[in-house]
């Protein structure tokens, strides 16, 4: 199984960014789909996850109002649409396949097992 992150960048405070995650080696309608961050010096942490049907979403509250999970299963990718961008959002962003097909997952990254490269979101103010 590989996820591939990309679509990271430098942006303004309140910019929008989009970043896309590309699923391929498992059945990508089977299992939740979700988004860490790792801003330097702290942990990774829960952004955001998709249900394998796209149709449930679950957010971290720092996140969300701001933030928008999507899913295209017809081209194995999920989106993660980040409006009103803050200085504290910036961090790595990895995108991660959960280990289980329940919902909702776990919000650690220990119930995520596959995992993508991450790609960089910086946001200057």
């Known amino acids: 199984v590989q996820l591939q992150a990309y679509g990271g960048g430098l942006v303004q405070a309140g910019d929008s960014l989009t970043l896309s995650c590309a699923v391929s080696?498992?059945?990508?309608?089977?299992?939740?789909v979700g988004w860490f961050r790792q801003a330097p010096g702290k942990e990774r942490e829960f952004v955001s996850v998709?249900?394998?049907?796209?149709?449930?979403?679950y957010y971290a509250d720092s996140v969300k109002g701001r933030f928008t999970i999507s899913a295209d299963n017809a081209n194995n990718t999920v989106y993660l649409q980040m409006t009103g961008l803050k200085p504290e959002d910036t961090a790595i962003y990895y995108c991660?396949?959960?280990?289980?097909?329940?919902?909702?997952?776990?919000?650690?990254?220990?119930?995520?097992?596959?995992w993508g490269q991450g790609t960089l979101v910086t946001v200057s103010s």
């Open positions: 991660a396949s959960s280990g289980s097909i329940r919902w909702p997952p776990g919000r650690t990254p220990g119930d995520f097992n596959y």
């Open positions: 080696g498992r059945t990508f309608s089977s299992y939740p």
């Open positions: 998709i249900s394998s049907s796209g149709s449930r979403t």
